[in-house]
């Protein structure tokens, strides 16, 4: 009888971890801490888009849809583009709806990489950029967005995107984790490095409602000659408070979009299709309702703010999205942990009841620049800031 062997799996699954976000997520919930790691809000989808998804149960959208997306979904949110920034896109051709934004990323990177080539992270970034990368068989090249302002060297950027082997480069504004507003020149910056080296940009906007004081986003796409070597992609779960629905889209060009759309037909097919025919009602939303959206989470952001440094964190003001980088330097001390990050997570979660993630799981390539750091996400209610400045008031006395 032959001898048992255990199977192995697909050595590209060795070059991932766990995700740190959800791994912290399931232990906070495990000790009845307040997550302020996890970016889930904790309000309701407007009352008008929850109506539309009980409406589309009720009248027996339960089957399949068109792969690429509920026609009248495809063309409210090519609609929505274009009334926000002035972007055509033919939503036949140019607009696929996908199963969150975390599809969308995956399959853009799919459709434009190949075995061997590479693709420029700027990180700190979201962990499912680099598991892209590895399903694609390509390899990643990491530019750092510094600490404390948060931007990244344009020279640095300028020698990562004349490698020979760069096909794409990957970035999201406003920015998770830091809460950066890329600002135009930033953009100018990594347009002209694409058309200087044949490179596709790949742009993650989920937050693009999210911006403070004078901060506006401004899509890549935009800048002069980008709609046509851009993959723009967005969805509703932060805007619309639905994370949980999964439903996400990418504009591209048609080589682009054919691209992106095969990957997304064989892995997930199409989109919930009755929340699809919500979704129609949340980006059909008059501008009043991203104005209260900016306010509301404007006065999280504040409010944040304040809660932390009164518990002795340095908490700064994020231009936009709806998290922070807090350092961590006097609670850390008190706890006994020094600069690691990892270790204060979990002793804020165990010891405070507080869940936070750890500044240094948003590096790859150097996580020592976001040691001394903790992410902390706002999109929460006042009931829910009010016991997280009750609990971390503990680290005053």
Request: aromatic residues 8%; negative net charge.
């Amino acid at each position: 009888m032959r001898a048992f062997r255990a199977p192995t799996p697909a050595r590209r699954t060795t070059e991932l971890v766990e995700s740190t976000i959800r791994s912290l997520t399931v232990y906070a919930a495990s000790k009845g801490a307040v997550n302020l790691g996890q970016g889930s809000p904790d309000i309701p989808p407007p009352p008008e888009v929850v109506d539309a998804a009980h409406q589309a149960l009720a009248s027996g959208v339960h089957q399949y849809v068109p792969t690429w997306g509920l026609p009248e979904l495809r063309a409210a949110i090519a609609a929505k583009t274009r009334r926000f920034y002035d972007l055509a896109y033919d939503p036949d051709a140019e607009t696929t709806v996908t199963c969150g934004v975390t599809e969308a990323v995956i399959s853009a990177l799919l459709g434009v990489a190949d075995r061997g080539d590479e693709v420029v992270i700027l990180e700190p970034a979201h962990e499912n950029y680099h598991a892209g990368v590895v399903f694609a068989g390509a390899s990643p090249v990491w530019v750092p967005i510094r600490p404390p302002e948060h931007r990244f060297d344009p020279s640095e950027l300028a020698r990562a995107m004349a490698r020979p082997g760069v096909r794409a480069v990957i970035f999201n504004s406003p920015h998770n984790p830091s809460g950066r507003v890329f600002t135009r020149e930033e953009l100018s910056v990594i347009a002209d490095l694409c058309h200087e080296h044949d490179v596709v940009a790949i742009s993650d906007e989920i937050y693009e409602h999210m911006t403070y004081g004078p901060h506006r986003h401004v899509p890549i796409a935009t800048l002069p000659g980008m709609r046509e070597r851009t993959i723009t992609i967005s969805g509703l779960s932060k805007t619309y408070a639905a994370t949980g629905w999964r439903v996400g889209w990418a504009h591209a060009p048609a080589p682009l979009s054919d691209a992106l759309r095969k990957i997304h037909d064989f892995t997930t097919i199409c989109a919930p299709a009755p929340l699809q025919k919500a979704s129609v009602a949340a980006v059909s939303l008059p501008d009043g309702y991203y104005a209260s959206l900016r306010a509301w989470y404007l006065e999280r952001r504040d409010r944040t703010v304040a809660i932390l440094r009164a518990a002795g964190f340095d908490a700064r003001p994020p231009e936009g999205a709806y998290y922070l980088m807090a350092g961590i330097d006097g609670p850390a001390r008190a706890a006994g942990v020094g600069s690691d990050d990892v270790r204060f997570a979990r002793w804020l979660i165990d010891e405070v009841g507080v869940g936070t993630i750890p500044g240094s799981s948003f590096y790859r390539s150097d996580p020592a620049l976001g040691r001394g750091t903790v992410r902390v996400a706002f999109p929460k209610s006042d009931a829910t800031l009010d016991e997280v400045e009750r609990r971390l008031a503990v680290l005053t006395v």
